[in-house]
């Protein structure tokens, strides 16, 4: 989905994300909660018509390669996948305060995310901070762009724009050092990027703050999405032709 085209772009601003109490928020170390998968199935829902959006819960350890997890299937491989989109991670304390915010209880897996954690802010992480976890290592490079599947698939009224509004979107990793990691893992930030360019920061810039993309250039570890998208906005600011290159 191209980030321009989405129901969020345009002035208006992103909704507060509710904050939770010190008491309901004791100190955890940062781990896995779960490590998900997912296969491709016929689906009702985006243009496809099939998607391998829901993720369930894997017992023991996965292998981790280069372009994912072992068992993990994706259909639209224009759009998913690659190196730069080869985990999906997405924080637990996240998903409870969307229930809280739905009314419903989402459980690890449902947003289609590979990795839940629990004691990690995401959100926070910075683009190019790398992570240990079991023995893999893996670098945050993008952010998720919400899309009609996930829409489909979450069955809530405006979910896309709603889920864009309050811009917590998880964080895409590419993977550094192939390995194996299981619930329970800690995830260790074992490099942290010096700057302020954080998931939720691009998220931003991907979508309602897009003059702010060149400055996302200073980390040489972003998505060729992103790095493309940076691109296009200096050109455009210099009067030089856009490129008609597909946002993946």
């Not at 208006?12 to 998968?37: D, I, K, T």
């Not at 590979?114 to 893999?136: C, H, K, M, Y």
């Not at 600011?237 to 290159?245: F, I, N, Q």
Request: one cysteine or more.
């Amino acid at each position: 989905m191209d980030p321009r085209s989405h129901p969020c772009s345009g002035p208006a601003g992103f909704v507060a994300w509710p904050a939770r109490s010190a008491a309901s928020l004791p100190p955890v170390a940062a781990h896995l909660l779960s490590v998900n998968v997912g296969r491709v199935v016929d689906v009702p829902w985006g243009k496809l018509g099939r998607s391998g959006i829901d993720k369930r819960p894997v017992a023991g350890p996965v292998q981790v390669h280069r372009l994912g997890l072992e068992g993990d299937e994706i259909a639209d491989t224009k759009h998913h996948g690659g190196p730069d989109q080869a985990v999906y991670a997405y924080a637990a304390e996240d998903l409870e305060r969307w229930s809280e915010l739905a009314g419903r209880t989402f459980v690890a897996g449902q947003f289609g995310e590979n990795l839940t954690t629990r004691g990690l802010d995401v959100q926070d992480a910075r683009l190019g901070e790398r992570w240990a976890v079991g023995s893999t290592l893996l670098e945050v490079c993008d952010v998720r762009i919400p899309c009609a599947v996930f829409q489909g698939f979450v069955d809530e009224p405006r979910w896309v724009r709603r889920f864009a509004e309050h811009g917590v979107v998880g964080a895409y990793l590419r993977v550094v050092q192939e390995g194996v990691v299981q619930a329970g893992d800690p995830v260790r930030v074992v490099e942290r990027r010096d700057h302020d360019l954080t998931v939720g920061a691009a998220f931003r810039a991907l979508t309602t703050d897009r003059a702010r993309l060149p400055s996302f250039q200073a980390e040489p570890r972003v998505s060729a999405k992103i790095a493309r998208q940076i691109d296009e906005v200096r050109n455009h600011s210099s009067g030089a032709p856009r490129s008609d290159r597909p946002v993946g």
